[in-house]
């Protein structure tokens, strides 16, 4: 009898470990990611990437390969992959998300809707920011009229923006977490940063530049995360690899 595959739609650590927990399961785990960096961490068992070419070529790879389940492990801010993976049909489907960031006492939070409404509070929240949202659409701050007056804006991210023409204001940092409380006081308290954007990812890996804010007194500008299509969720690859061994060794 053929080995039961598993899709996983990755790029996150917790994909990562979700392989890691089924490889030894007698399973086909296959991980695709979009291979948007160009040293990724690439997962146990077979990997794929540049993603499938949309919702149809997602649609051809589960007919041709039919997968016992597709797992959604994508960033929560992944919102085109995520769409996709809601809209299939005829192979059972969940989402491997993890939780939020909870709000600790101290904290001064302002939550936003998008990047566009994080990038119009900025300026008069702050004047030395370090922004953490990730180069895709890093123009939302960089090309917004009041931003430009602003001091400094530290970007953060794993690889430089695709656009390198970037203002005077804009100093980039090319670093990939986890970072450590200590290293995000340093970088705040060197770059006198009194303001940080970040998306409510979650997880620990990014965590402790909100606890560095919060003992420095400083606001966090927070975009909330995108909503998406109802599917069974759960909150841990632990979690996940249960749901799909339970699914896959049948009734």
């Given amino acids: 009898m053929p080995q039961a595959t598993v899709l996983i739609l990755g790029g996150t650590t917790e994909a990562r470990e979700l392989a890691g927990l089924l490889v030894g399961d007698n399973l086909t785990v296959v991980t695709s990611y979009a291979g948007r960096t160009t040293d990724p961490r690439k ?3 077979e990997t794929r990437s540049g993603g499938f070419g949309g919702a149809a070529g997602l649609r051809d790879w589960l007919a041709a390969r039919r997968p016992a ?7 929560p801010f992944a919102e085109t992959v995520s769409a996709h993976a809601a809209a299939v ?23 936003v809707a998008s990047l566009d409404r994080a990038a119009d509070l900025l300026p008069v929240t702050g004047h030395r920011a370090l922004i953490t949202t990730g180069r895709q659409r890093i123009a939302t701050f960089t090309t917004h009229p009041a931003c430009a007056g602003l001091p400094l804006l530290l970007v953060r991210c794993v690889e430089p923006p695709e656009d390198d023409d970037l203002p005077g204001n804009v100093h980039l940092v090319l670093d990939r977490g986890p970072f450590t409380l200590d290293h995000e006081r340093d970088l705040l308290e060197a770059h006198e ?7 409510d ?7 402790a530049k909100l606890d560095a804010a919060r003992e420095r007194g400083i606001p966090v ?3 909330d995360r995108p909503r998406t299509v109802a599917m069974p969720t759960v909150p841990t690859p632990t979690e ?7 699914l896959v060794s049948g009734p």
């Fill in 89 to 111: 049909h005829g192979v059972p489907r969940l989402r491997l998300a993890r939780p939020g960031w909870t709000e600790a006492p101290g904290d001064r939070w302002l939550r």
């Fill in 69 to 75: 389940i597709l797992v959604d492990a994508t960033h």
């Fill in 201 to 207: 990812s979650g997880g620990g890996a990014t965590r």
């Fill in 240 to 246: 996940a690899a249960a749901w799909v061994r339970e």
């Fill in 221 to 223: 500008i927070l975009v």
């Fill in 43 to 45: 997962p146990p068992g």
């Fill in 193 to 199: 940063i009194d303001v940080v954007v970040a998306k």
